[in-house]
């Protein structure tokens, strides 16, 4: 069972940037897709960016409009999201997840692992 911890959040500006990590341990890490979801309060969460186990396969939501970028070290156990050009809408609170399915997906029900995510908030 992987466990994940997200790291990199915190304050910024609007048309700032900040670079997401996440560490993963405790499972095989090129064995799961990795994704970056987001939740604002009061809303759904919706997804970020999804890549595959190799990082041969990414797909980003509309909602980052070529902003955000996902990227992942397998060496590392590691997953990122590179955040720029920072719009106060993007305040949330960032998770990232693992997942054991055969393709990879966008919605969050194919996500098995969670970490506890971690706040992004963007001063207008």
């Known amino acids: 069972q992987v466990k994940l911890v997200e790291s990199g959040g915190g304050l910024v500006q609007t048309g700032g940037s900040l670079s997401l990590s996440c560490a993963a341990s405790g499972g095989t890490f090129s064995r799961y897709h990795m994704g970056w979801f987001r939740q604002a309060p009061g809303r759904e969460r919706e997804y970020v960016a999804v890549i595959s186990r190799n990082g041969g396969r990414i797909l980003n939501a509309e909602l980052g409009g070529g902003r955000f970028a996902i990227s992942r070290e397998n060496s590392k156990n590691t997953v990122y999201l590179q955040m720029n050009s920072l719009e106060p809408e993007d305040t949330a609170v960032y998770y990232c997840?693992?997942?054991?399915?055969?393709?990879?997906?966008?919605?969050?029900?194919?996500?098995?692992?969670w970490g506890p995510g971690t706040q992004v908030t963007v001063s207008s």
């Open positions: 997840a693992a997942s054991m399915a055969s393709t990879t997906r966008a919605d969050a029900t194919s996500y098995e692992y």
